[in-house]
């Protein structure tokens, strides 16, 4: 049996795949934040969960729905850390992104309360956003 912080990274990105938002939303503690690191026009906090889920419809929106991300590992640290490996892929504006991303979970009280995205090529990836 997965330990329960994988499970719930597990679940979140089953929802976030197949835009099942209210999943995403029940996932999240209220005062949720997620890091978007880099340096183009979505790098930035965002904060509570209306916030972080507007920022995920906006990568599918301006990808004109082609950003995908697909899990590739999830290891647990402790009780309240986890680090997720995915591929993301997108289309935009004549622009191809496909690397390696890392997204390192913090939990509280059995919700993910924050979550901080790297990139395995930092300037393609602030590229292709700007």
């Excluded at 004109?64 to 591929?87: I, M, P, Q």
């Amino acid at each position: 049996m997965a330990h329960p912080n994988e499970e719930l990274v597990r679940r979140g990105y089953k929802a976030f795949g197949e835009g099942d938002m209210a999943t995403l939303r029940s996932l999240y503690a209220p005062d949720a934040i997620h890091v978007a690191s880099g340096d183009n026009p979505f790098a930035r906090e965002y904060k509570g969960i209306d916030e972080i889920l507007g920022y995920y419809g906006k990568l599918a929106e301006l990808t004109d729905d082609t950003f995908t991300v697909e899990l590739e590992s999830v290891s647990v640290e402790g009780d309240n850390k986890a680090v997720a490996t995915h591929r993301s892929t997108a289309q935009r504006a004549g622009k191809t992104l496909d690397q390696d991303e890392f997204l390192t979970y913090t939990f509280s009280g059995g919700k993910i309360s924050r979550i901080v995205e790297s990139q395995s090529d930092p300037a393609a990836y602030d590229e292709f956003w700007s």
